[in-house]
């Protein structure tokens, strides 16, 4: 990278970190009563530093909450988010210390990006898109600024994927345990995070067909010369040894919740354990709205917070993906990662927009990607799109965090504020 480019990317970065830590400032000064707040607080207070009594079903109030993990003898959430509070407990406030943890977290997924535009020789003037999304995602903020996990599992989901490719890239050990160390850290923050196991040995085939398909341009031509050397690439011992480390770390660090959960249920399957008790709509206003909630009704949230996702709805991304991974290059990687996750987290579980911020950053690590790629006209709309989706994803920002009661969990488009009779669509 030029000397200038650095510069550039290093203002970039401290921008970002500061409007990042500014916009977060304000939570330090609430109260946190929402119910995922003090079901984690009481949590954090309950289990022993060694995780037994990791329930709520003794808890009065928790167990009285309408689904019936409360009253279940294992919690499913894992247990890192709760023992960060247990921790801040001991030192007195588990509230600032969770809020501190959560913002340098930002600071490390901010750091990271900067990292993986530099890996991929992201322009600055593009890579300033990917941080501007990243700072201002309303979901990811929303998250971050409450006691709450699914920003979380995003910006370390994010991280730990980024640090993977470069060790894959490079073959680095000391990476690699980084990056295994990061994702352990995601599976340990939310129960749906099992969904980026798969990325583990999809990352490692593709930098298989990478090896392969480098050593096929350079030297074969014929089909089965291009299969002999992609079965070379994977007979080779050293191309498996960041995979191993990572899958390593993983197993022992990330996983053992997960090994409790099968153990005292039997199944992984979260419907097995968690289910929703009768007359569950009555609970709360707000808990019949959530209920009542279809996918296409919170798509139609999803894109009228992010703008830039009606370019999905056309062939051109899936066009340049395709390109870039036939090409073996790792750019386009973050928005396949994103094609996969988004259908899956619908499948799973849809009825909350916050839920969607496990999936956000890895679409901000890739829009680069397609405004560098892109050009002519689908660069311009390209452009136009992101411009709107920032000035949509600020207001609704704002709105959330500066002008929404400290207790409010729901994400509100603000073009649902510009135009009234949207508003019928949330209620």
């Known amino acids: 990278m030029r000397p200038f480019e650095s510069r550039t990317f290093l203002f970039i970065w401290a921008l970002s970190v500061a409007a990042s830590l500014l916009m977060h400032a304000r939570s330090f000064w609430l109260r946190h009563e929402e119910s995922d707040e003090l ?41 890192l988010y709760p023992m960060i509070l247990k921790i801040g ?20 997924l901010l750091w990271l990006t900067w990292r993986w535009m530099a890996f991929l020789r992201i322009p600055p003037a593009w890579a300033a898109g990917g941080f501007a999304g990243l700072v201002f995602c309303p979901l990811v903020l929303a998250s971050t600024t409450l006691l709450h996990l699914d920003g979380l599992l995003g910006i370390y989901g994010a991280c730990g994927l980024v640090l993977y490719i470069e060790a894959l890239d490079l073959r680095s050990a000391c990476k690699a345990a980084l990056a295994g160390i990061l994702l352990a850290a995601a599976f340990n923050l939310r129960y749906n995070s099992l969904l980026l196991l798969p990325l583990v040995p999809a990352l490692q085939a593709y930098q298989l067909y990478r090896l392969a398909s480098g050593a096929a341009r350079s030297q074969a031509v014929t089909p089965m010369d291009r299969r002999g050397a992609f079965w070379s690439s994977v007979q080779e011992r050293k191309n498996w040894s960041v995979f191993a480390i990572v899958v390593l770390l993983v197993a022992i660090l990330g996983l053992p919740h997960y090994y409790r959960i099968l153990a005292t249920y039997g199944t992984l399957r979260a419907s097995s354990f968690i289910k929703l008790e009768p007359g569950a709509e009555h609970f709360s206003t707000y808990m019949g709205l959530i209920l009542r909630r279809r996918p296409w009704k919170m798509a139609l949230y999803l894109l009228c917070i992010f703008p830039v996702l009606l370019v999905f709805f056309s062939p051109l991304p899936y066009r340049l993906i395709a390109l870039g991974l036939r090409k073996g290059s790792w750019a386009p990687v973050p928005l396949a990662i994103f094609l996969y996750l988004l259908p899956a987290e619908f499948l799973f579980s849809y009825q909350q927009v916050r839920f969607f911020a496990a999936e956000t950053p890895f679409l901000f690590l890739g829009i680069p990607y397609l405004l ?17 989706s920032l000035f949509s994803m600020i207001t609704t920002g704002f709105i959330r965090t500066v002008a929404s009661p400290p207790d409010a969990v729901e994400i509100i488009p603000s073009i649902f504020y510009y135009l009234p009779p949207l508003m019928r669509y949330y209620e």
């Open 39 to 79: 079901v984690y607080l009481a949590l954090a207070r309950r289990m022993s530093w060694t995780l037994s009594d990791y329930s709520t079903r003794d808890i009065p109030g928790i167990r009285s909450l309408p689904y019936s993990i409360y009253r279940q003898p294992l919690f499913h959430q894992p247990p």
């Open 89 to 108: 407990e001991r030192m007195g406030n588990p509230v600032i210390c969770g809020l501190l943890y959560s913002c340098g977290s930002m600071v490390l």
């Open 372 to 388: 560098k790629a892109a050009s002519g006209p689908a660069r311009e709309l390209l452009f136009a799109l992101g411009s709107v």
